[in-house]
């Protein structure tokens, strides 16, 4: 390349770069209010919703967590009405590109459908895609004023905990991007992280305890920790996790799950359906109650029909939970529509109807392993 030519380049470039610094919309960060959760409940007045953004306050930030937020709302018939009226009642514009939760109540999903609500976050160009989407068992904003243990702000506590939880494979981690896809889509029950605060010693404190589904932009009822992993184990989403199961000889034995594969394989003849999933699961032995010697065939064979019935059964349970709600957060409907396209078609629109018939037949190949530095139980000699 000349020298002339890789000259124009670099003009060209620094050009480029001097129009982009300009921005016409250029705001001082001093004018900005940094948002790092938001809550959407329902507001005292009828008809109206109330938007809590949890907003940073940088000065406060190193101050042992004292003073480092605070939480701005306003009623309004729209979240944007109600967001634009917050800055009545706050000196700075809300910021919501760093926003890590978003909390939606569990009055609001039940009584009305939620994807109105989400319209402003998801054509506005601020938030995020990949916020946590967070049901809560009661007020939204709840969330936002319990105190976090390690993080100064709560919904970056929310955050954080949402990653750890998510370890345990009985946690349905969902960003917005993903929740908004499976709200719009005909056939998919929607599906997001299940929240409450409960109280401990005198302090509140949040915890995840299971998953929230909707039908229709409604919420139709909540899984436990046994049916959301169940839900997952179909899916193909289990990462991890402890399957406690009772030991042979007496005791419990605690499995870590390092593995879990799952394969979904749908029939479809004379508009009858038929699902087989079969699931491939690996663990480590990671700590047993009991005394019964562990190097013996027959203990970890016992494990290994212990572990797959554990699974077996949460995944009957989540799969009976959607045929009596008749929401399929399983994904049965992708799966059928992959392999049978042409079939899809004349299934799609009465998918209500055939969903609960069909037939699901489940197959678990359970591996478990020794691990640690002993092979048998801590014992009297």
């Known amino acids: 390349m000349s020298k002339s030519r890789l000259m124009l380049q670099l003009i060209v470039i620094l050009l480029l770069s001097i129009l982009l610094t300009g921005c016409w919309d250029y705001r001082e960060l001093s004018d900005l209010a940094i948002v790092a959760g938001v809550a959407i409940d329902l507001a005292d007045e009828p008809g109206k919703v109330i938007i809590t953004s949890q907003v940073i306050k940088p000065g406060e930030f190193t101050n042992a967590g004292e003073g480092a937020y605070i939480n701005v709302g306003a009623p309004g018939y729209t979240p944007f ?36 609500f989400l319209d402003f976050f998801a054509r506005d160009v601020e938030p995020r895609d990949d916020m946590n989407v967070l049901i809560a068992a009661g007020k939204a904003k709840d969330l936002l004023e319990v105190k ?28 917005f991007s993903e929740f908004i896809q499976m709200l719009t889509n005909k056939t998919t029950a929607a599906h997001a992280t299940y929240a409450e605060v409960y109280e401990e010693k005198g302090q509140k404190k949040p915890r995840y305890v299971g998953s929230a589904v909707f039908k229709e932009g409604k919420m139709v009822g909540t899984l436990d920790k046994a049916q959301t992993r169940g839900m997952l184990f179909v899916t193909n989403r289990v990462k991890g996790g402890i399957i406690v199961v009772d030991a042979p000889g007496g005791g419990k034995a605690s499995l870590e799950i390092i593995d879990s594969r799952t394969k979904v394989t749908p029939q479809v003849k004379d508009d009858q359906i038929s699902i087989k999933i079969e699931v491939v699961i690996t663990s480590n032995l990671g700590g047993t109650t009991g005394f019964t010697d562990l190097t013996t065939p027959l203990f970890m064979a016992s494990l290994r029909r212990r572990q797959a019935a554990v699974v077996r059964s949460e995944i009957m349970q989540a799969v009976e939970q959607a045929k009596e709600w008749k929401a399929d957060f399983l994904k049965f409907n992708e799966v059928v529509y992959r392999k049978f396209p042409r079939e899809w078609k004349k299934l799609e629109p009465r998918w209500d109807e055939v969903f609960p018939n069909i037939d699901v037949q489940i197959e678990v190949k359970s591996e478990v392993r020794l691990s640690g530095l002993t092979t048998n139980p801590v014992r009297p000699l």
């Open 81 to 116: 009405e109600s967001v634009r009226f917050a800055t009545t009642e706050f000196d700075r514009r809300l910021y919501f590109s760093h926003a890590k939760v978003m909390i939606i109540s569990q009055e609001l999903a039940e009584q009305q459908d939620i994807r109105p």
């Open 148 to 175: 976090p243990n390690m993080e100064q702000v709560p919904a970056l506590g929310l955050a954080e905990l949402v990653i750890t939880c998510q370890a345990t494979g009985q946690v349905c981690v969902r960003k």
